[in-house]
């Protein structure tokens, strides 16, 4: 780990000073990815500021009837708050899906949006990884990829997006609240927050340097039956091969997200469209485009198989 400053802010104004003010600054709260990613060299901040202590821990409901979650909730709070498993089931059991209870206590909102790609190649320094080090090259297209994503890939990387938590957020179409130098405000929806790769795979999320999450609100509850369900290589503490955020509702019809397919949680109006026609026809559409290896070809068939299982469970509790 590289030598570096560190400061504890007293304020989402001053945090927000200092790192429009210290080149390649970086915020940190739990520090779940970041410091893992400093250890091995593949971040190298100048300067932490600390964010832990600014009073972004809240979860408050909104004048719009939905709520208003604060950056620095950790996941942990997120998952057993009533109001969250009541009304947005599916971000309650997509967040117990992810990692292990200790992190779950460290880990928090903004972060979990934060956190970067688990590809093995943009681990491996000795490697090339135009996400790392752009214009290296990409080792994971010739490579061993079976656990990277299939659609929104491109030429220059198929890194996938690693979130539980965003899935489910995105299905639920929040929106990311932030503030950047001089006390500018935006909100950023969600299906906008995080970019696919492009010519530019080195540049994950919409947020300019400096700019800061502070909060994330989720809209007016949804109705019908909230699922997550989670594909991997063993029960706990792995990251999704594929997943499936859904929520049924009436008449045949649902809206879906998926994980572990793509380098952003993914969801498509045409998968959505597609819902009274069953699982096939949602996998069809959600997956359309999609470009493949040898190694993670199978997440297709996974991906029916799952979302079939899904069917098969809505149509036995009917």
């Known amino acids: ?9 007293r304020s989402v104004e001053a945090a927000v000073k200092a790192a429009a003010s210290v080149q390649s600054a970086r915020f940190i709260a739990g520090g779940t990815n970041l410091l893992d ?16 202590h600014l009073g972004l821990d809240k979860i408050e409901p909104t004048q ?34 992810g990692a292990s209870g200790q992190l779950r206590n460290k880990a928090t909102t903004g972060g979990n949006l934060l956190q970067r790609t688990r590809c093995p190649y943009f681990y491996d320094t000795r490697m090339p990884c135009n996400k790392r080090r752009p214009g290296s090259g990409c080792g994971a297209m010739q490579g061993m990829s079976r656990s990277l ?4 890939v491109s030429d220059a990387c198929i890194a996938q997006n690693p979130s539980d938590m965003a899935v489910a957020l995105r299905l639920l179409d929040a929106q990311v609240e932030t503030m950047a130098q001089g006390g500018a405000k935006r909100t950023i929806p969600l299906a906008d927050f995080h970019r696919l790769p492009g010519d530019t795979p080195q540049v994950d999320n919409a947020l300019q340097p400096g700019e800061m999450i502070l909060s994330v609100t989720l809209p007016k509850p949804i109705g019908g039956i909230h699922v997550y369900r989670k594909v991997r290589d063993r029960a706990s503490y792995a990251f999704a091969l594929v997943s499936v955020a859904a929520v049924f509702g009436q008449n045949g019809q649902a809206r879906f997200a998926f994980g572990g397919v793509a380098p952003k949680p993914w969801r498509t109006d045409g ?14 559409a959600a997956l359309a485009g999609a470009r493949t290896t040898p190694h993670n070809d199978f997440k297709k068939a996974l991906l029916r198989q799952t979302l079939a299982s899904l069917y098969r469970q809505q149509e036995a509790q009917a």
Do not use: C, W
């Open 1 to 9: 780990m590289k030598a570096f400053t560190y400061e504890r802010a």
């Open 37 to 52: 990613l400093m250890k091995l060299q593949i971040e190298t901040p100048a300067h932490l500021i600390d964010v832990n």
């Open 149 to 152: 994503a299939i659609v929104g």
């Open 271 to 284: 998968a959505d469209a597609a819902a009274s026609q069953g699982a096939k026809a949602v996998a069809e």
């Open 64 to 97: 719009e009837g939905g709520l208003r979650i604060g950056a620095l909730v950790r996941n942990t709070d997120l998952a057993a708050d009533q109001r969250v498993r009541r009304d947005y089931a599916v971000l309650s059991r997509a967040l117990v899906a």
